[in-house]
């Protein structure tokens, strides 16, 4: 990562999100076919709902012909998260016009929102529109075009996890998580450290008595105070 | 091709209520600037956020019980964090950590 703001940076900074999107587009692409999905009802998803992982669950939602509305509430569920991720970036783009944030906004993801995050400690925390607009677009494209590939392959390829693609966006969030706990200055390493540990003591108990998707959001939130506090506790 | 007004609904209903998500904050923060303390709690979402969605990968939920360890995935998240210690570059990781599984896939 550099501190250059700019297009070139921005196409060169995502691609390792493209290239987990590949993977798990495709993947979604023939998974959604596998279950009925026509291609067009794909590609029409990834560019309407746009939302990796809750695309996945509106498929076998869809397979089980669950209700309208319990499939959109569970969808709301899953990307709640969302409110969270938007509400941490958006003060970096109130420079820019309200047609800009909210464009911003629409097509933020998991991964463009951590790659931002990361690239923060580099540009002495400055954000604008135009890189976050590259990556989300760049993002974007590729994962609506990828997913509609996935389904035109359907059935040619069966067992899609076995390449491995699946891990690529996993492994994104470890390398995010490690750069981001040796490159943010503002919280020191070990209050980065213990929280990410609560967090995860806490999934690991939390998995038993609630569905990943709240709990996610639930377990966020409670690292979040812990942090506050410890970060004052240890002034 | 075939589009049932069925998944068209689910479609644009999940569309809307994931764009609203996305867009509310940015639309408030417009106007609003937030408290120093929110903005504090929230520094910790990313930290927070991308070790959640780590420990989802690594374990599989069976409710009522205790999660059972995902092995392939956890057995790869091994060379992908040394690479990241190594290489701290982003790709580098990704490429790592894709060949990782696909290997451990083909040996089990």
């Given at each position: 990562m550099t501190g250059d703001l700019d297009t070139r940076s921005a196409l060169r900074e995502t691609l390792p999100t493209v290239f987990g999107y590949i993977g798990i587009a495709l993947a979604f692409g023939i998974t959604a076919r596998a279950n009925g999905l026509s291609v067009l009802e794909i590609f029409l998803m990834s560019l309407i709902t746009y939302a990796g992982s809750a695309e996945f669950v509106i498929v076998s939602l869809l397979a089980l012909h669950a209700g309208i509305g319990s499939i959109v509430l569970s969808v709301f569920l899953v990307n709640a998260r969302m409110i969270l991720m938007s509400t941490v970036v958006a003060p970096y783009l109130s420079h820019e016009s309200m047609v800009k944030n909210i464009w911003a906004g629409t097509l933020l993801t998991d991964e463009t929102f951590t790659l931002s995050m990361n690239k923060l400690n580099y540009t002495d925390h400055k954000l604008n529109f135009r890189w976050l607009d590259t990556a989300n677009l760049f993002a974007y494209t590729v994962w609506g075009v990828t997913s509609a590939i996935g389904g035109m392959l359907g059935n040619l390829?069966?067992?899609?996890e076995k390449y491995g693609f699946s891990f690529a966006l996993v492994a994104m969030f470890i390398g995010l998580l490690y750069l981001q706990m040796i490159s943010d200055?503002?919280?020191?390493l070990t209050v980065q450290f213990i929280v990410a540990l609560f967090v995860a003591v806490l999934m690991f108990f939390g998995m038993k008595w609630l569905p990943q998707n709240g709990l996610l959001l639930i377990v966020t939130l409670l690292g979040c105070g812990f942090g506050v506090v410890l970060k004052h506790g240890t002034k | 091709m075939a589009l049932s007004s069925y998944v068209l609904f689910v479609i644009l209903g999940s569309g809307l209520v994931t764009w609203l998500s996305r867009v509310i904050p940015f639309i408030l923060l417009k106007q609003f600037k937030l408290p120093k303390v929110v903005v504090n709690f929230l520094s910790f979402v990313p930290i927070c956020i991308m070790t959640a969605l780590w420990m989802e990968s690594l374990f599989i939920q069976h409710l009522g019980q205790l999660p059972s360890l995902n092995v392939p995935n956890a057995l790869a998240s091994i060379p992908t964090l040394i690479s990241a210690m190594i290489s701290k570059n982003l790709l580098v990781i990704v490429i790592v950590g894709v060949i990782s599984l696909a290997i451990i896939n083909l040996a089990f």
């Amino acid at each position: 990562m550099t501190g250059d703001l700019d297009t070139r940076s921005a196409l060169r900074e995502t691609l390792p999100t493209v290239f987990g999107y590949i993977g798990i587009a495709l993947a979604f692409g023939i998974t959604a076919r596998a279950n009925g999905l026509s291609v067009l009802e794909i590609f029409l998803m990834s560019l309407i709902t746009y939302a990796g992982s809750a695309e996945f669950v509106i498929v076998s939602l869809l397979a089980l012909h669950a209700g309208i509305g319990s499939i959109v509430l569970s969808v709301f569920l899953v990307n709640a998260r969302m409110i969270l991720m938007s509400t941490v970036v958006a003060p970096y783009l109130s420079h820019e016009s309200m047609v800009k944030n909210i464009w911003a906004g629409t097509l933020l993801t998991d991964e463009t929102f951590t790659l931002s995050m990361n690239k923060l400690n580099y540009t002495d925390h400055k954000l604008n529109f135009r890189w976050l607009d590259t990556a989300n677009l760049f993002a974007y494209t590729v994962w609506g075009v990828t997913s509609a590939i996935g389904g035109m392959l359907g059935n040619l390829i069966n067992n899609p996890e076995k390449y491995g693609f699946s891990f690529a966006l996993v492994a994104m969030f470890i390398g995010l998580l490690y750069l981001q706990m040796i490159s943010d200055r503002t919280i020191k390493l070990t209050v980065q450290f213990i929280v990410a540990l609560f967090v995860a003591v806490l999934m690991f108990f939390g998995m038993k008595w609630l569905p990943q998707n709240g709990l996610l959001l639930i377990v966020t939130l409670l690292g979040c105070g812990f942090g506050v506090v410890l970060k004052h506790g240890t002034k | 091709m075939a589009l049932s007004s069925y998944v068209l609904f689910v479609i644009l209903g999940s569309g809307l209520v994931t764009w609203l998500s996305r867009v509310i904050p940015f639309i408030l923060l417009k106007q609003f600037k937030l408290p120093k303390v929110v903005v504090n709690f929230l520094s910790f979402v990313p930290i927070c956020i991308m070790t959640a969605l780590w420990m989802e990968s690594l374990f599989i939920q069976h409710l009522g019980q205790l999660p059972s360890l995902n092995v392939p995935n956890a057995l790869a998240s091994i060379p992908t964090l040394i690479s990241a210690m190594i290489s701290k570059n982003l790709l580098v990781i990704v490429i790592v950590g894709v060949i990782s599984l696909a290997i451990i896939n083909l040996a089990f």
